[in-house]
């Protein structure tokens, strides 16, 4: 099978697509071609068999989701601690969002009305459009003062998990990768702010940056949401 382009990083690279595209889809072509007959394939043991696996995929994409909003929310609030405080950065903070023009839901119930497929689409949106950001953050801060190695160690982690949790994606749900890359592209929102995160005013590089760290706590709230709702759907537990 061709590989899949992934947006990783601050250029396209290409990674093999390892596993099925739609587990639960299998499942029903499975149960269609098999109708009058009598095959061991679909057996209720395969079903089960193939529900676990779409199951453990949701369990380790929410784990990896967790821990990238954890890691955000504490990078936001140590650089709002050491940087923002009596500033009034927060006031542009949500406009300057450079995933806004999305309009993916940040509310609950509105992420609950989303079908599968447009909740794992949104995902692996937000995700892709986090790379350059994250690939240009991880060198940038670690020049700055007063932030601590545990910041630094965050947003490293953050890229990391970020490319585990596209990979799993992919790996899965292969079919979904283009209509994700061509909505991007007609969005025609590249990030383009890494020359800001350069201003030779103090201030504004400040406002910059804590603009970035927002929307990472803000986005990776979204992407953790979506996740668990398709985990609780796949258990049945919602």
């Not at 043991?45 to 529900?51: A, K």
């Not at 937000?126 to 007063?146: A, R, T």
């Not at 799993?168 to 890359?181: C, D």
Request: proline share 4%; glycine share 2%; with cysteine.
């Amino acid at each position: 099978m061709a590989p899949a382009p992934s947006f990783r990083g601050h250029q396209w690279t290409y990674n093999p697509i390892r596993g099925s595209c739609l587990l639960l889809l299998l499942v029903v072509s499975n149960l269609v071609l098999c109708q009058g007959k009598s095959c061991l394939s679909c057996s209720p043991d395969v079903f089960v068999s193939l529900q676990k696996s779409l199951t453990d995929v949701f369990v380790y994409a929410l784990s990896l989701s967790h821990d990238i909003h954890n890691l955000s929310t504490i990078m936001f609030n140590e650089f709002d601690e050491k940087y923002a405080q009596g500033k009034l950065y927060y006031i542009n903070a949500t406009k300057s969002c450079h995933t806004n023009s999305f309009h993916t839901p940040e509310e609950g119930d509105k992420a609950q009305q989303m079908n599968n497929e447009d909740l794992i689409k949104w995902t692996l949106v937000l995700l892709y459009c986090w790379n350059n950001p994250l690939y240009y953050l991880v060198p940038e801060i670690q020049s700055m003062k007063n932030l601590s190695e545990a910041v630094v160690s965050s947003a490293e982690e953050i890229e990391n998990m970020s490319e585990k949790l596209e990979s799993l994606i992919e790996t899965h749900f292969g079919k979904i990768i283009f209509p994700v890359l061509k909505t991007i592209h007609e969005a025609r929102i590249p990030w383009s702010r890494y020359s800001s995160m350069k201003f030779s005013n103090e201030d504004r590089r400040i406002s910059e940056y804590y603009n970035l760290f927002y929307c990472l706590r803000r986005d990776s709230h979204k992407v953790d949401m979506y996740i668990n709702i398709l985990e609780c759907r796949t258990r049945k537990t919602c």
